[in-house]
């Protein structure tokens, strides 16, 4: 049982598709992030939300577009995205940005074709 | 300099003995330490906070040394089920939190 929930778990998608992550968090936690795992580089961190509103993006692609509706609740919009794009995409969650420890969804291992 | 660098291993301990990893980092402002564990394609999980005054939960002893920027995993008897990747984890800013690659344990009987 997590306090964080991603889904899909596995997605599969053309270059052309768009397709949504989803991760809702249960720890009512202030602050989510967006984390990327490529095999043997270290997570990549995509996005932060405090509060609800973003304040930072990795210099991340426009291809990926973040959204959080409310402190719970957080996507990951996907479109036109490149193979080098496969990765296990992680969402976490933590009560206040950078300072307290953060808890990991169990990620969406997404495979770009 | 990255922010946060670890030896990626492979460690291989026999089961019982004694590991120790270190991690270092590089912005001298962190004030938040963490030890994560993360098993084969599953997402990191918390292993332990690291406090100044160094803790010690069970096996697990963290241990922070400020003046030479590291922080120190040490793991008594060793079990099979502690093979996994260590992941450092330092916050930069107090804004985010920077992840090292790993360092991989094998445990073998």
């Known amino acids: 049982e997590t306090g964080v929930t991603q889904t899909p778990r596995h997605l599969v998608m053309g270059m052309t598709n768009k397709k949504s992550l989803k991760c809702e968090q249960h720890l009512g936690h202030n602050a989510m992030y967006w984390y990327k795992q490529s095999a043997k580089k270290p997570l990549e961190l995509m996005f932060v939300?405090?509060?609800?509103?973003?304040?930072e993006n990795n210099s991340v692609p426009s291809r990926f577009s973040p959204e959080c509706p409310n402190s719970s609740h957080l996507f990951l919009h996907l479109h036109t995205l490149q193979p080098e794009d496969s990765a296990l995409y992680l969402c976490a969650s933590s009560q206040y940005r950078g300072t307290t420890e953060a808890f990991f969804g169990q990620g969406t291992r997404l495979t770009v074709v | 300099r990255k922010e946060v660098e670890q030896d990626p291993g492979p460690f291989n301990v026999p089961e019982g003995a004694t590991v120790a990893f270190n991690c270092t980092y590089s912005n001298s402002a962190s004030q938040s330490f963490f030890w994560y564990r993360q098993d084969c394609r599953k997402e990191p999980k918390l292993l332990m906070s690291?406090?100044?005054s160094g803790n010690e939960d069970g096996r697990f002893t963290a241990q922070l040394n400020r003046a030479s920027q590291y922080i120190s995993l040490l793991i008594r008897d060793s079990k099979l089920s502690d093979s996994a990747t260590y992941l450092c984890?330092?916050?930069?800013?107090?804004?985010?939190?920077?992840f090292g690659t790993g360092t991989r344990l094998q445990v073998f009987p």
């Open positions: 690291v406090y100044s």
């Open positions: 939300y405090n509060f609800k509103e973003q304040t």
């Open positions: 984890v330092v916050n930069a800013n107090t804004d985010k939190l920077i």
